[in-house]
T-cell receptor, first 113, second 113 residues
Framework: DTAVSQTPKYLVTQMGNDKSIKCEQN?????MYWYKQDSKKFLKIMFS???????INETVPNRFSPKSPDKAHLNLHINSLELGDSAVYFC????????????FGPGTRLTVL | KNQVEQSPQSLIILEGKNCTLQ??????????LRWYKQDTGRGPVSLTI?????NTKSNGRYTATLDADTKQSSLHITASQLSDSASYIC????????????FGKGTKLSVKP
């Protein structure tokens, strides 16, 4: 029944490592997003994908790369992790671009040591 | 500059009391305004969504209002319950094809017994 799921829920890793976070939605939505929520709880959009095309790409480091193998998945790859990457990352999906309600996943708490 | 400001930053109320959260925005062009509830450790969940022509929208004990002239919105919670303790985030969608979302920083509500 889970609409938007993310794995893993927690991720602890060392600086310099490469890691991935997976996201899947079973709502049949055509747009998926990645958000970063920092320690001050401020949500900031990182990427969105619509029909396998990147339509929003905020000023995030190119160490972050979204990959969408199909419409139901949008994975986030992070290379050369830095301390400042520690945050909670949320995946979300919606039906029509940014004008429809977004459904969020449970979040992945990333801690970089 | 497109911004969403929320007040207060945090609020503590007693169970059973009512409260009102405020959201002011300077987003243009405007498409819609959403209120999200985010429980600790969870992803945000949509409560209401209002377009330019809608003045009020209810979802159970939650009632949102929108004044598009003054660019203000409020979220009123009636007969608060302990489970209402969460962060409430105001989000405004930019008009246009990309529909970028502008997030407020949220109001952290604590309901005490």
């Amino acid at each position: 029944d889970t609409a938007v799921s993310q794995t893993p829920k927690y991720l602890v890793t060392q600086m310099g490592n490469d890691k991935s976070i997976k996201c899947e939605q079973n709502l049949g939505h055509d747009t998926m997003y990645w958000y970063k929520q920092d320690s001050k709880k401020f949500l900031k959009i990182m990427f969105s994908y619509n029909n396998k095309e990147l339509i929003i790409n905020e000023t995030v480091p190119n160490r972050f790369s979204p990959k969408s193998p199909d419409k139901a998945h949008l994975n986030l790859h992070i290379n050369s992790l830095e301390l400042g990457d520690s945050a909670v990352y949320f995946c979300a999906s919606s039906q029509v671009g940014g004008s429809d309600t977004q459904y969020f996943g449970p979040g992945t708490r990333l801690t970089v040591l | 500059k497109n911004q969403v400001e929320q007040s207060p930053q945090s609020l503590i109320i007693l169970e059973g009391k009512n409260c009102t959260l405020q959201c002011n925005y300077t987003v243009s062009p405007f498409s819609n305004l959403r209120w999200y509830k985010q429980d600790t450790g969870r992803g945000p969940v949509s409560l209401t969504i209002m377009t330019f022509s809608e003045n009020t929208k209810s979802n159970g004990r939650y009632t949102a209002t929108l004044d598009a002239d003054t660019k203000q919105s409020s979220l009123h919670i009636t007969a608060s319950q302990l489970s209402d303790s969460a962060s409430y985030i105001c989000v405004v969608t930019l008009g246009g094809s990309q529909g970028n979302l502008i997030f407020g920083k949220g109001t952290k509500l604590s309901v005490k017994p």
